[in-house]
């Protein structure tokens, strides 16, 4: 069982930057395949980034602007959210899955957070 907070969200201007957290509990963290994920309103449900053992996957529409680690001795995973635009409005979502692949492939993750708001203001 792996219980997933994120923290970090918030009003930022264009351009801007944020640092999104997602703190794990339970024992099997490194175990998972860690990702965030995105949903804007009347949108669908988009994978931004996720990192796995020593592999990194991001949407083509961050690239260059996020990045995504972990630390799993402290069970957390981090987004770092730079060069902020008004369409990466959204709440974030951390989520666990067995592996980079399923995430990508649309898979239903194994454990999902509560969401964090980001919003950015043109």
């Known amino acids: 069982q792996v219980q997933l907070v994120e923290s970090g969200g918030g009003l930022v201007q264009a351009g801007g930057s944020l640092r999104l957290s997602c703190a794990a509990s339970?024992?099997?963290?490194?175990?998972?395949?860690m990702g965030w994920f995105r949903q804007a309103p009347g949108k669908e449900r988009e994978l931004v980034a996720a990192?796995?053992?020593?592999?990194?996957y991001y949407a083509d529409s961050v690239k260059g602007r996020f990045a995504i680690s972990r630390d799993n001795a402290k069970n957390t995973v981090c987004l770092q959210l730079n060069s902020l635009k008004p369409e990466d409005t959204a709440v974030y979502y951390c989520a666990a899955s067995p592996s980079i692949a399923t995430m990508t492939d649309g898979v239903e993750a194994d454990y999902w957070g509560q969401g964090t708001q980001v919003t950015v203001s043109s």
């Open positions: 339970g024992r099997t963290f490194s175990s998972y395949a």
């Open positions: 990192i796995s053992w020593g592999k990194i």
